[in-house]
T-cell receptor, first 112, second 117 residues
Framework: GQQLNQSPQSMFIQEGEDVSMNCTSS?????WLWYKQDPGEGPVLLIA?????ELTSNGRLTAQFGITRKDSFLNISASIPSDVGIYFC????????????FGAGTILRVKS | NAGVTQTPKFRVLKTGQSMTLLCAQD?????MYWYRQDPGMGLRLIHY???????AKGEVPDGYNVSRLKKQNFLLGLESAAPSQTSVYFC????????????????FGDGTRLSIL
């Protein structure tokens, strides 16, 4: 199946630092989504991107839809302890069924 | 508004046993999905449904069956459980990609943790 390469696999950062993670693919996607999963819960949508080059913010989070449509980036500014969790990128290619392909996730740990 | 509700939350089975996982959504969404989540592999699509009475295979459908008899419910069945099916199972739903509601994001339940011994 389709693969999304998400990096880094994990991060351990100081509170207050900025965080960057990205997702790349050899295929073109028409939508990129970023989800966060807290322990024992399901993924929750953070940001959705629908156009190549689009830059969208949600509070301290900013995500971009790469111009080539093969990648996306998520930045978190001034990290806080509650940012801990697993961040997933997801991409959608076609429209039938609204199906998504997910990256393997980036585990974020924040040192307070 | 409960969103997507999965039952049960935890279950332990013996190899060869059968069981059904239930997913219910109260958002009137057309599309529903079942995923499994394994360490280091993200979420992989098992089966999905684009409407009541319809189902389709995803990336990893073998060993699972599904049914969508009612729009709000999507059932995932394991006829003969195997240890390889030990995983966390997530259900999700989304709106149809209609003209006004294109590219609708998926909303997830909190998961069912299934262990097969």
């Amino acid at each position: 199946g389709q693969q999304l390469n998400q990096s880094p696999q994990s991060m351990f950062i100081q509170e207050g630092e900025d965080v960057s993670m990205n997702c790349t693919s050899s295929s073109i996607f028409n939508t990129w989504l970023w989800y966060k999963q807290d322990p024992g819960e399901g993924p929750v949508l953070l940001i959705a991107l629908y156009k190549a080059g689009e830059l969208t913010s949600n509070g301290r989070l900013t995500a971009q839809f790469g111009i080539t449509r093969k990648d996306s980036f998520l930045n978190i500014s001034a990290s806080i302890p509650s940012d801990v969790g697993i961040y997933f990128c997801a991409g959608r290619q076609g429209s039938y069924g609204n199906k998504l392909v997910f990256g393997a996730g980036t585990i974020l740990r924040v040192k307070s | 508004n409960a969103g997507v509700t999965q039952t049960p939350k935890f279950r332990v089975l013996k190899t060869g046993q059968s069981m059904t996982l239930l997913c219910a959504q109260d958002m009137n969404h057309e599309y529903m999905y079942w995923y499994r989540q394994d360490p280091g592999m993200g979420l992989r699509l098992i089966h999905y449904s684009v409407g009541e009475g319809t189902t389709a295979k995803g990336e990893v459908p073998d060993g699972y069956n599904v049914s969508r008899l009612k729009k709000q419910n999507f059932l995932l069945g394991l006829e003969s459980a195997a240890p390889s099916q030990t995983s966390v199972y997530f259900c999700a739903s989304s709106r149809d990609r209609g003209r006004r509601y294109s590219n609708q994001p998926q909303h997830f339940g909190d998961g069912t943790r299934l262990s097969i011994l």
